[in-house]
């Protein structure tokens, strides 16, 4: 009985239709985020020919939607109290509002404001998006699927890093032109997503005390013959209103602690490299006298793609934990070299830069599945909420800092920072990131 059960759990029955809308759904919504990210940087480059903008205004701006991404937490909380279906419905149709406010104006401040306001939309699909995906997905092709939508994403990034070479022609408005631009995958995406009949997650409704709604919802779409597990209707017989609507502080209690510690500095550590090196690679590269910085663009942003790619590959040849570890260390690595060996030969510059950027971007595929499975259903979404609140410190940080510390000191420090915070990331994962493929695989 107890295996025929298990046969009749949703969560193992096969890919279907109902699976591949939420897919399309995320992949659209990833797409965007990594545009509309990479954008502000690209823009901002631009409008520095037409208005005399500071070291601190161009990293403050282009963190501005990091800095909205930090809200995360708050978004996370929300979608484990209200659901993940309607939040998802709505953001993509505010980020394009806000996105073309930006047309109106060449105030810096207010730019900055639309910058987070953007930024709190995107936090929404990195969060609830992930949440509802990961909680619909069968669990044979849960990890591998996750671990493509950092294609998508990187996509989108690679596509805003080229547009001033496309969106051109409109003098002193260019800027704002690329600033405004998301918001043609951003209608885009709303659209499919209205259109889609996006459901709600069964996991949720279980953690809300609602099962027979989750057996109603789980049916509709995969047939009478898949429900939820018995062990999820032990479950919500238990729930009760205040434990379905928790504080976000048991992410720090002795239980979640270490996975909100460890996905907090693993994710921030990333993101401070990669986002702070990414968005002002021109200014960066520059700085290391390398004249044509549109070829170290081409061939930093191919690395980057071919990076995924890679560790797509070989996403469950290592575990977890191993990925994590080796990854850090050897972005480590390349990033050490270029900041204490300041006579290197500019060719050899070139080849450790880009083994850089091939080796940091095959560990972006761990964000998505690896910060979700960190955590159990009932929390997820606040648990991948705080994660990426504590990585967006970590983007916007990098954002901030490398320009100003490049500016007034020399890039070989940039480097430096980077490159320790990424030793300090693959020591910490040794010691305590745990090894949650195996775990997942048997809940």
């Not at 601190?56 to 990091?66: D, K, Q, R």
């Not at 761990?366 to 499975?373: I, L, V």
Request: aromatic share 14%.
């Amino acid at each position: 009985m107890e295996k025929e059960d298990q046969k009749k759990f949703y969560k193992h029955a096969p890919f279907s239709n109902v699976h591949l809308r939420i897919y399309l759904a995320i992949i659209l919504g990833q797409f965007t985020s990594g545009y509309t990210i990479q954008i502000s940087g690209t823009a901002i480059s631009a409008a520095q020919k037409y208005l005399p903008i500071s070291s601190l205004w161009v990293g403050l701006i282009g963190s501005g939607t990091l800095i909205g991404l930090a809200g995360s937490l708050f978004v996370g909380k929300i979608s484990d109290n209200i659901g993940r279906k309607q939040l998802l419905l709505i953001n993509m149709y505010v980020l394009t509002g806000v996105s073309l406010c930006q047309l109106f104006t060449s105030n810096l401040w207010l730019t900055f404001i639309f910058r987070i306001a953007v930024g709190l939309m995107i936090a929404i699909d990195y969060t609830v998006g992930n949440a509802l995906l990961i909680e619909w997905l069968p669990f044979k092709e849960s990890g591998k699927m996750q671990s493509h939508l950092v294609i998508y994403w990187t996509l989108g990034f690679i596509l805003a890093s080229f547009s001033n070479s496309f969106i051109t022609g409109f003098g002193e408005s260019t800027w704002k032109i690329l600033m405004v631009s998301p918001t043609l995958f951003g209608i885009i995406t709303a659209v499919f997503r209205s259109f889609a009949r996006l459901p709600a997650s069964p996991s949720w409704l279980v953690n809300q005390g609602k099962p027979k709604r989750a057996q109603r919802v789980i049916q509709k779409h995969l047939g009478t013959k898949w429900g939820i597990s018995k062990k999820q209707k032990i479950h919500a017989a238990k729930v009760t209103a205040s434990s379905a609507n928790f504080s976000w502080t048991i992410l720090f209690s002795k239980k979640y602690i270490r996975y909100t510690l460890v996905g907090g500095v693993f994710y921030a550590s990333q993101a401070f490299s990669f986002f702070g090196i990414s968005i002002f690679l021109p200014i960066l590269v520059s700085k290391m006298g390398i004249s044509n910085t549109n070829l170290v663009g081409y061939l930093y942003n191919g690395c980057m793609f071919l990076g995924i790619i890679f560790g797509i590959r070989i996403f469950g040849t290592f575990s977890r934990r191993h990925f994590l570890v080796g990854d850090f260390l050897l972005s480590a690595i390349c990033l050490l070299i270029l900041a204490l060996w300041s006579s290197i030969p500019k060719e050899l510059a070139l080849l450790t830069f880009s083994l850089f950027s091939l080796t940091l971007s095959a560990g972006l595929v761990m964000d998505y599945p690896y910060t979700s499975e960190l955590f159990d259903s009932n929390i997820r979404g606040t648990g991948v909420g705080m994660v990426v609140t504590i990585s967006r410190i970590g983007a916007a940080a990098g954002t901030v800092l490398l320009p100003v510390i490049t500016s007034s000191l020399n890039v070989q420090f940039s480097m430096l920072t980077c490159g320790l915070i990424l030793l300090f990331a693959g020591i910490f994962c040794f010691i305590f990131a745990p090894e949650t493929s195996i775990k997942y695989k048997k809940s």
